[in-house]
Every structure is written in C-alpha cells, then in structure tokens.
C-alpha cells in the first residue's frame, strides 16, 4: 500500500519504491482471496481501509510540530486559509480554520513553524496537517522590528497625550480615508446620516491592504489635509487578519497621521489590539461605527443647543424692554415730552408681531412682555400731558414751546392757549 | 439667501452675542432678534430635513484634483 501526498504539491515526490503496508494481511493471503473462492473473508471497502488508516495516523500524529517553507497560502471565502507546507523533498497540505488568529502576517516563501495534529481527509484520500498555530521562523525578527519602531516613535514623541488634539465640537466637513467597496465606509456614513446629517463628507477611497496600502493610506492623509475645509479626519477599516490590518503598523502611516494638520480619528476594526496608527492618532475608535460617533455629536444635542439660545434671545430681549419701559417712566416726569406713546405702540406692534410669527415656546415670555407693555401703555396715558387737559388744564405755548413759569411771560406777548379740544390765540395782560 | 448650516449657527452665536450687549439700542436689538429667531428656526429644519453630502476626491489625469459628488 503506498500512501500518496497531497497532489498540489508541485515539488512532486519521489517514487521511492517502498510500500507500506497497513491491512495486516500476508501477501500469501492477499493471493488467495483474488485467486479463487477461498474462505468466506470480508474485504474491506474503501472507506473502511481509510478508516483504518484515518485512525492510525491520526494517533500516531495527535499533535504535530514541524517547521517548513510556506507555498499557495490561499484564503478561500470561507476565511479558512489553505496552504502547503514543504523543503526541498517533501510536501504536507495544511489547513487553517478561521478561528486561528494570526499575530503575524504570512507569506510564501515565509519559513514558518507549525503546530497541529495530522488529519485524513477520506473523500480524496488525503492527509493534511490541521494547523493551530502558525508563526514565522523570523518571527523573532518580526516581533523586533515592531517593537523597535514602536519604541522609536515613541521616544520622538509620538505617542505623547499632549499631541493629541481634541476634536471639535461641531466638524463642518469630515473626510475618510478607507476602501470605496468595504463595509467600513458604509457603517460611517450610516452613522452620520442617523447622528448629523448636516456635517459634509469627502471621500479619499484607498487601498487598505496589499503592498502598496500603507504608501496610499499616507499619500490620502496629505492630499486632505492640502485640500482645506477639512475639520477631522477618519481613518480605517473594518475587521480583518494581522495581515490584513499590517498596513496601519507601517512607518509611513504613523508620519502621516503624526503630521497631519487635521485631528485623526483612527479607526481600525481590530477590537482587541492597537496598530501603531492607533497609538499616533489624536483618537482612537475600536470600529469605523464608533469612529463617526466620535465624530459627530447626536442632533438632538443641536436641537436642545438651539431651544437654548432661543430662551436666551427673548430673555435679553425682555430684559431690554425692561430697561427702557424704566427709562422712559424717568423721562415721562419731565414735562414737554412730545409722543411717549407713539414709541411705546411701535415696539409692542414688533412684539405683537414677532409673538405671532415664532410658534417656538416663547409666547409666555411675549405674552408677559406683552402684558407690562400694556400696563405701561395705561399709566403713560395717565400720566400724559395731554390728558391732563382732558381735566381742564391747558398748556401755554409761546412760539411752539411751552411756558412753565409766569416769570416768562411779559405784558403784550402772544401765546397760544392749549387746550383738550384744541388752541386759541391770546395775549397777555 | 442658502446659507451653509455653519454658517447660519455661526451668525445666530453672533446675534445672541449682540443682544446680550449692553451698548446695543432697541431698535437694533429687536431686529436682531427678528434676525435671531429666524435663524433659530432655520437651523432646526435643517437638522431634521438635511441628507448626507458626500463628495469624493479623485486625482485628474493632467495632475491636480477633482472633487464630485457621489451617492452612497
């Protein structure tokens, strides 16, 4: 029995001319069954010698370390990863389930060291190597270059609480860095719809994986950043794999977030773990959702904002009237004021009019100004001179202005008599 | 007149400001808040009526950049 290794193996395996035999059965008696009609024995089905051999092996190999090159990593849809592990002479097929996570992103050509347990997978007659740990025999080296740019950055100061600015209150244009197709974009702008629909947005679609993400990521920072009228920034992606997200541990990323004019919000979808553009940024958001939530404030808090300055308007509008209402009770004790009541009927005709037209709550505080106005409408008639000739008083007048002492008055002047139904011509004595 | 929405909180901060200004005669001050109310209520529309704008950035071919609205 000769047991054949996974056929995408492109190294291909030598014919070694050994067979391995599993059926504990004599050649002797392998002849005899196929020769004639011998004794009533069960030859096994396929399935059932694989059983045989699923279970041998997969005992024998209940858990596996082995250390080759990486070839045809290949992520299916699924998001499990399917990919060979081999050297120079030999081949072993590999499977990573979804669940594993990665802390470093993987490669061909990477030389790696695996963890797992060996498997058979009956419907192709093949063994594969079930993988739960993958990391790169550079990984040492990896891990190093990391951490040492991490630690660069931060000495420059970088990472400094004191750097990082705060966002404003109220952006009136926003601009995202992602990728035009992900669900990133669509979570922030549904955010925005539902938060703050008023705040403009500008889009500088990139790549956010690949080689050339981290360049792009960088080059869409500063092209915003040139454009102007640009009041934050967010930049991210949603989930992804270690390799995935890689582009945002990237020098280049950091210098851009680092130099940008604009608060950065970072946004990249890796709950648990921080990309070094997390730490540069002025924010950090777990999600592109929670980065547009720290973008914009709700329009509630807007609509309240508004109510507020509202009350403030008519409370100093009332205070003014007020004022003046006092103002004009001063003047009104000196004599030869002309038409009080005329300034007083312009200005409640405003009120009366504007209490019509504002329908936003603040009727009770017209309504009061309103009534004191009215109140100050009836003393004022009291006290106007021209009622007082409705008593019988009468104003003198000589050439249009009012004569308050006799003293003023000499034989042979003349002056006009005012009275409340009108004047009359006289002279004096 | 449009007026951007920023533009409108903007001038209505600047309203309430000038009312609360002593200096400011009545005259003026009931126009303001003429003006003020107006505002007010503008802004609130704007808030439950306005739809997300979106403009995309792309680079031009003859270098430089372009800015277009998209739908999204």
Excluded at chain 1, 47 to 53: I, M, P, Q, V
Aim: hydrophobic content about 40%; some cysteine; charged content about 30%.
């Amino acid at each position: 029995m000769r047991i054949f290794p996974d056929s995408s193996c492109k190294d291909g395996n030598e014919d070694t001319g050994d067979d391995v035999v599993i059926r504990k059965t004599t050649k002797a008696e392998a002849q005899k069954l196929t020769d004639d009609d011998g004794p009533a024995m069960t030859i096994p089905s396929v399935s059932e010698l694989t059983r045989e051999l699923a279970d041998l092996l997969e005992s024998s190999f209940a858990t596996v370390v082995v250390q080759g090159e990486i070839s045809g990593w290949n992520r299916a849809a699924s998001g499990h990863t399917y990919f060979t592990l081999k050297d120079d002479r030999a081949c072993l097929g590999a499977v990573l389930w979804k669940s594993r996570t990665l802390k470093y992103p993987i490669k061909d050509g990477m030389k790696v060291i695996a963890t797992g347990r060996i498997s058979v997978y009956a419907p192709r007659g093949q063994y594969q190597l079930d993988c739960t740990a993958l990391t790169p025999v550079g990984a040492g080296d990896l891990q190093l270059a990391f951490e040492q740019l991490k630690a660069k950055l931060q000495a420059e100061g970088l990472f400094d609480q004191q750097r990082k600015r705060p966002l404003p209150a109220f952006p009136g244009r926003i601009g995202v860095v992602t990728s035009r197709d992900g669900a990133a974009l669509r979570d922030i702008l549904t955010t925005l719809r539902r938060r703050m629909p008023t705040v403009r947005v500008v889009l500088r679609p990139c790549l956010v994986q690949g080689a050339t993400a981290a360049e792009e990521v960088a080059r869409a920072i500063g092209e915003l950043n040139a454009l102007g009228d640009v009041d934050v920034l967010i930049v991210g992606r949603g989930g992804g794999s270690i390799e995935d997200l890689w582009a945002f541990n990237e020098e280049v990323v950091a210098r851009a977030i680092a130099g940008s004019r604009i608060p950065v919000i970072s946004a990249v979808g890796h709950e648990v773990d921080f990309t070094i553009a997390d730490f540069v940024a002025d924010v950090r958001a777990a999600t592109p959702t929670a980065a547009a939530e720290l973008a914009v404030r709700d329009r509630a808090e807007l609509v309240d904002a508004l109510s507020t300055l509202e009350r403030r308007m008519s409370d100093d509008v009332e205070a003014m009237l007020r004022r003046h209402r006092q103002e004009l009770s001063y003047l009104l004790r000196s004599r030869g004021l002309a038409r009080p009541l005329d300034l007083v009927r312009s200005h409640q005709q405003r009120v009366d009019d504007l209490t019509h037209r504002s329908g936003l709550g603040l009727r009770a505080a017209l309504v009061r100004t309103h009534e004191r106005l009215r109140l100050l409408e009836a003393k004022l008639g009291a006290l106007s001179p021209l009622s007082v000739l409705d008593r019988g008083f009468a104003i003198i007048e000589r050439d249009g202005a009012p004569i308050t002492r006799s003293s003023m008055l000499a034989s042979g002047d003349g002056v006009s008599i005012r009275m409340a139904d009108g004047s009359k011509a006289a002279r004096v004595e | 007149m449009e007026q951007t929405f920023e533009g409108a909180l903007e001038r209505l901060a600047a309203v309430v400001g000038a009312l609360e200004n002593d200096g400011t005669s009545l005259a003026d001050a009931m126009s303001l808040y003429e003006e003020g109310i107006t505002l007010a209520q503008s802004c609130r529309r704007q808030l439950e009526e306005a739809e997300l704008k979106i403009t995309e950035l792309r680079a031009r071919t003859e270098g430089g950049f372009s800015e277009e609205e998209i739908d999204i």
